[in-house]
């Protein structure tokens, strides 16, 4: 529920007790108080959503109240009530920001209209703030003309108009959050918000907040209450991206929520219902995550309702070349260039490429193929830079000895950790500088490679690949 907590600020004690005994009959959660004083110590104490308040008070003006209320952090909506009214008066409210003006005597339909209209705006409102502080990438579309992404489209077609959860699978960088959207889009609650919820880049201390929210007080640092982010796509579809990241304890909870649609903030007990469907991505076999025991098998029933397999770019290699020109003209007007197309090598190139990041890669390197080509001239086979050495000492620069591990050539052997470095660096290459997949080819988390890189002082460069988080929204 995007509004809870009401608090009634009403002089006249048998219409404070009517407003009370009304909005608790609707389930809100309501303080009432006679005076400014009363109300500043409700307000010092706990968050309210919404404050209806008299214009005329014992120990002030309600309106001087309002403006001081604007300036508070997460200021709640204020509904000016008066028995005095004019059109003088009102307008001076809505100036000093009021949400809304009842005069009374008025109706309890009257109440619930503006309570409607206060729980729409709230929600938009905590949508759009979440929405602010995103990294929103300029993403493509679900770009393609190969047989494979047309049975893709057909299943996005058939699953879209329907509740049901999906778990799109495969490799990283070949568009699942694209699939995702599309569902999203082409079904009944496009109206709605799509949140997505990256659940590989959330500190396992703070997932449950994340996804669930908590009250104020719910543990060091919650100093007001927050919704999760299940709330937030109330009414519309949430994305859990890298859905195999999430911590066992919190799958037997994100289980519960799935089957009834109802969940408990951290440090709360009010049961709150959610209408949200849940899409779901992985970039991993889940089946053998199973029987590892790293993820639970009934919440791998609950999310492969409907399975969605995104094939990689070297299984539908009539997308290169399309894909190649699409990219190609978005990054021109991007980024002001003019280039002549591509060559007839660069193209023999890109046909002829691994492309072990995907789409994600190809994105990439045209965006750098792009960019250093020069104006108005084709694009040559070396602006693609797939043989260019990882950032900082390449590994294919100085060789190692598979008996001594020392630099052929070299004067001395190299030290533990400039093997580990050159090792790092290599695998990063070869994964098409896709983070996510270096580092778990070599076996480490995603945060342990960041730090690698930035001890490295490569961390901006390396991120210019494809496998940072920020990246990750543009194609996982």
């Known amino acids: 529920m995007p509004m809870e907590k009401i608090l009634v600020l009403e002089d006249d004690a048998l219409v404070r007790k009517s407003l009370e005994q009304l909005l608790r009959h609707r389930r809100y959660d309501v303080a009432g108080v006679a005076t400014i004083s009363a109300a500043q110590e409700c307000l010092a104490q706990d968050n309210f959503d919404l404050v209806l308040c008299d214009v005329r008070l014992p120990d002030g003006d309600g309106t001087e109240f309002l403006r001081q209320l604007q300036s508070r952090p997460g200021k709640p909506l204020v509904v000016m009530m008066t028995g005095f009214g004019s059109v003088e008066s009102a307008v001076a409210c809505m100036k000093a920001g009021a949400f809304d003006y009842l005069l009374k005597p008025f109706s309890g339909e009257q109440l619930e209209v503006t309570l409607q209209k206060a729980q729409e705006f709230t929600r938009l409102l905590k949508v759009n703030r979440f929405f602010s502080r995103a990294d929103v990438a300029d993403e493509p579309e679900l770009l393609g003309q190969s047989p494979a992404l047309a049975q893709v489209r057909e299943l996005i077609r058939k699953v879209a108009r329907t509740q049901a959860t999906v778990l799109i699978h495969g490799e990283s960088g070949t568009g699942k959050e694209l699939v995702a959207r599309a569902i999203h889009q082409a079904s009944p609650r496009a109206q709605g918000p799509f949140i997505r919820v990256n659940c590989a880049a959330i500190p396992e201390s703070l997932i449950e907040s994340e996804f669930f929210g908590h009250e104020k007080g719910a543990f060091t640092g919650a100093l007001t209450r927050r919704e999760g982010r299940f709330e937030l796509a109330h009414g519309g579809t949430l994305l859990l991206d890298e859905i195999s990241e999430i911590p066992l304890p919190l799958q037997a909870k994100l289980l519960r929520v799935l089957q009834e649609r109802e969940l408990e903030r951290v440090g709360g007990s009010r049961t709150i219902k959610v209408d949200v469907r849940v899409l779901a991505t992985t970039n991993r076999d889940l089946e053998q995550s199973i029987e590892k025991q790293e993820f639970r098998q009934d919440l791998y029933f609950r999310l492969n309702v409907v399975p969605v397999a995104m094939p990689p770019l070297r299984e539908r290699r009539e997308d290169i070349l399309f894909l190649a020109e699409q990219f190609r003209q978005r990054f021109e007007r991007k980024h002001g260039v003019r280039t002549a197309g591509l060559s007839a090598a660069s193209r023999v190139a890109l046909e002829n490429h691994a492309w072990p990041g995907n789409v994600r890669e190809l994105q990439n390197v045209l965006e750098r193929a792009v960019i250093l080509c020069t104006d108005g001239e084709p694009i040559q086979p070396a602006a693609l830079g797939f043989h260019r050495p990882p950032p900082g000492i390449s590994a294919t620069q100085l060789p190692l000895s598979s008996t ?37 080819k070599l076996g480490i988390s995603i945060r342990t490679l960041r730090n690698k890189l930035n001890e490295y002082e490569l961390g901006d460069q390396a991120s210019a690949g494809a496998g940072d988080a920020a990246t990750a929204g543009v194609v996982s």
């Open 404 to 440: 001594t591990g020392t630099a052929l050539g070299a004067a001395a052997p190299l030290t533990l950790s400039e093997v580990e470095k050159r090792h790092i660096l290599e695998t990063l290459d070869q994964c098409g500088a896709n983070r996510t997949h270096a580092a778990r």
